[in-house]
């Protein structure tokens, strides 16, 4: 999967998290609808390990951090970039752009990366 499809997921599950909040304030005393697309972000992007069964555990954690470490990476960048980029606008001071609006437009730029 491509950091810009990545990013995309990420601005989804941003604005599935919008609206659930929206639907807390709403109603507190309803339980949240968990729609698991962070667990499918992870199950698209963490890689399957294979460890050698007579693997040490220090071998283990380094197959694990080596096998690992490039998605969590990449997940975390896109988050962080996400959020930076709404913080921006917010102390921008543009109260005529929702943060909606923001992530909208943050998933367009990264799909016309791709040709979309």
């Given amino acids: 999967m491509q950091q810009s499809e990545i990013m995309q997921r990420v601005v989804g599950i941003l604005t599935e998290a ?9 109603n507190p005393d309803a339980k949240a ?8 972000l992870l199950a698209e992007t963490l890689p399957e390990i294979k460890l050698p069964a007579d693997a040490t555990a220090q071998e ?8 690992l470490g490039p998605a969590i990476v990449t997940l975390s960048t896109c988050f962080s970039y ?11 001071g543009n109260t005529d752009t929702s943060t909606a609006d923001v992530l909208r437009s943050l998933s367009l730029q990264f799909a016309r990366r791709d040709g979309a």
């Fill in 82 to 92: 996400a959020f930076v980029h709404l913080a921006e606008v917010h102390d921008e």
């Fill in 33 to 40: 609808a968990l729609t698991g697309s962070i667990s499918a």
């Fill in 60 to 67: 283990t954690t380094a197959i694990i951090t080596e096998a």
């Fill in 18 to 26: 919008i609206e659930m909040r929206r639907q807390a304030r709403e």
